[in-house]
């Protein structure tokens, strides 16, 4: 007897076979974020899989599961730790929406950021002094006030949440740094992430201190956006070309490793090799860089934090970023670096790895969702009974933050490589007050 025929898909064939794999067991249910705070199928992974599924056969049209089943997932993968044939399904609807926007075209607004700003490191410096100078002038608030913000969109939206622009980003911060503690042991390249750069600085400052202290010789090269943001908004085009730069001014650098502190970004970095394709000069450049990428947190583990760490008398708890491989060592590299800070208690925190509705720009583009999810992080964080949550990742640290003003006033949120520093200083005052 003939078996059923395989149907052939209609687009987003690198895709069928994984996609094909969802047994329907629905484990990720209790898994996802968006699923907890909104139950109808279609918010499980299996749900929007089963969708796209149907579209790439060519039982409904991609653009009529754009609002919902595409536009809420957080491509967070929280699912596929749950799911026994590891179902991408981050990955699935990502490229789901680039196909959306290859059919149906891309928003203009969204196009001129991802391909005009962010892949520019002097438009990104503009826009840092654009925003200084309108909060310096009133602008901002008379922004605010008029609707301005609102009409901005997203760009509007993360310059609320992102708070007042910092004085300096972190290029302009490097000026104060010190050498390298002897003996140095290697040369590494800081891979700024621009959300950082332009609204939490002092997260990347202390990365490079932290490694400073450690024995690095620390490069600050100028690189525009990772690209990542064009991959969660479903731009392939601008996420290669950020891909092709970034891997062009990286590999000129003479460095043994290439160090990011922002998960998602870093996690991105390391995919470079499969996203710049086959091109033999380009291609092999990208894996060079994707192969040479390590999360500050997970290099440090391996490699260890050097100079004395003092005692801090906190109780921390941690939020694990979403983006963190599922089976990577990353996922506990945090937990091992804080235990080695003396009287630091560190307090188990439920659902610690589901994603807090940041998601890069998900907070501006599901405001609402973002924020039910977000009281639920708070619900947890409150119950734990820690008063500093600890990530690594700037998109949560920004979520965390306006969350803690929010729902937990006294909770403080800290880059993990802020608690490694803190630490270190804590032990190096210390010296100074024995030394008399
Ligand atoms: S990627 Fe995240 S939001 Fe999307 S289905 Fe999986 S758990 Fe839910
Ligand atoms: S856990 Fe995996 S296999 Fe099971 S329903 Fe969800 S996506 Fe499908």
Redesign the pocket.
Same mark, same amino acid.
């Given at each position: 007897m003939a078996g059923a025929a395989v149907p052939t898909p209609r687009f987003l064939a690198d895709v069928y076979e994984a996609a094909s794999e969802?047994?329907? $067991?629905?484990? $990720?249910q209790a898994t996802c974020p968006a699923y907890v705070v909104n139950p109808v199928e279609w918010e499980?992974?299996?749900g929007r899989?089963a969708l796209i599924r149907d579209a790439m056969e060519g039982r409904l049209e991609l653009r009529d599961i754009e609002d919902g089943p595409l536009s809420s997932c957080l491509t967070c993968d929280n $699912?596929v730790a749950? $799911?026994?044939?590891r179902?991408p399904?981050g990955h699935i609807v990502s490229r789901a929406r680039q196909e959306l926007h290859a059919q149906e075209g891309y928003p203009w607004a969204q196009s001129f950021a991802l391909r005009s700003v962010l892949p520019r490191p002097g438009a990104l410096r503009a826009l840092h002094g654009f925003a200084r100078f309108t909060r310096r002038t009133g602008l901002y608030g008379l922004a605010r006030r008029t609707g301005l913000l609102s009409w901005l969109g997203t760009l509007g939206a993360l310059a609320e949440q992102g708070g007042p622009p910092p004085d300096r980003t972190v290029y302009q911060m490097l000026g104060d740094l010190p050498d390298a503690a002897q003996p140095v042991r290697g040369t590494v390249a800081m891979l700024v992430c621009c959300l950082s750069n332009l609204t939490a600085p002092e997260a990347t400052d202390a990365t490079i201190r932290v490694l400073l202290a450690s024995g690095y010789d620390v490069h600050v090269p100028q690189l525009g956006c990772s690209g990542l943001p064009a991959r969660t908004l479903g731009d392939r085009d601008a996420m290669v070309d950020m891909a092709v730069k970034n891997s062009a001014v990286l590999s000129r650098l003479d460095v043994d490793a290439y160090i990011g502190d922002t998960a998602s970004c870093t996690e991105h970095y390391r995919e470079y090799g499969s996203i710049a394709g086959d091109d033999r000069q380009v291609g092999e450049r990208a894996r060079e860089v994707a192969h040479h990428t390590a999360l500050a947190s997970d290099f440090l583990d391996r490699n260890g934090v050097r100079g004395d760490l003092g005692p801090l008398r906190w109780r921390v708890t941690i939020d694990e970023p979403c983006a963190l491989p599922i089976d990577g060592p990353e996922r506990g590299a945090t937990r091992r670096l804080l235990e080695q800070i003396p009287y630091l208690e560190i307090v188990p925190l439920h659902e610690r790895a589901m994603c807090c509705g940041g998601a890069g720009t998900y907070f501006a583009r599901q405001p609402e969702r973002s924020e039910a999810i977000l009281q639920r992080k708070f619900e947890n964080i409150r119950a734990s009974g820690a008063e500093i949550v600890v990530t690594e990742n700037i998109s949560c640290l920004l979520q965390l933050r306006a969350g803690a003003a929010r729902y937990a006033p006294n909770v403080k949120v800290m880059h993990i490589m802020e608690v490694m520093l803190a630490s270190l200083q804590g032990a190096e005052r210390r010296r100074a007050v024995l030394a008399g």
């Open positions: 969802c047994n329907k $067991c629905s484990l $990720c499980t992974a299996r899989i $699912c749950a $799911c026994a044939p179902v399904t």
